[in-house]
């Protein structure tokens, strides 16, 4: 880890944050949720240790069910709406928690190399040669 860190936050900066940098990984996600949560085909999503996030303003909290079965807490900015976080039980025992990639300061700079739930993304997405492409969702 080099110490380099990024900042970022919500619509309306009442919530702001600063992750180490770079992030452990990249994706993206195309399920029906994130879509419907995001307003977009698809979600970018950071992945970073818990430790690595400082969080200043005040989240609030959605508690939504995973297809499958599992629950996905989504935390956003309670006066603008901007979804900050998503956080799972499996993330937390593995002490890590995802950052919404739209909210950096800088998203052009968050590039992702695997893309879950491929099986719901829109006919018109292509996903980058090499990158890994996973229909549901393999990992945390």
């Known amino acids: 880890m080099t110490g380099a860190r990024r900042e970022g936050g919500c619509l309306c900066g009442a919530v702001r944050y600063s992750v180490a940098w770079p992030m452990m990984q990249a994706v993206t996600c195309s399920c029906v949720n994130c ?3 995001s307003g977009a085909p698809l979600s970018l999503i950071g992945v970073t240790r818990r430790d690595d996030l400082q ?3 005040v989240l609030a909290t959605y508690v939504d069910t995973a297809e499958n079965g599992n629950r ?3 935390l956003f900015c309670p006066t603008c709406g901007s979804p900050v ?3 799972t039980d499996a993330a937390e025992a593995a002490g890590i928690v995802f950052v919404k990639g739209g909210t ?3 998203a052009a700079e968050m590039v992702p190399t695997a893309h879950c739930w491929t099986r719901s ?3 018109w997405l292509q996903f980058p040669e090499g990158d890994t492409v ?3 969702q393999e990992a945390l």
Do not use: E, I, P
Request: hydrophobic fraction near 35%; charge should be neutral; aromatic fraction near 0%.
């Open 85 to 87: 976080l998503t956080d």
């Open 72 to 74: 996905v807490r989504r």
């Open 134 to 136: 996973m229909q549901m």
């Open 55 to 57: 969080l200043s303003g």
């Open 121 to 123: 993304a829109h006919d």
């Open 35 to 37: 879509q419907k949560q």
């Open 104 to 106: 950096l300061d800088n």
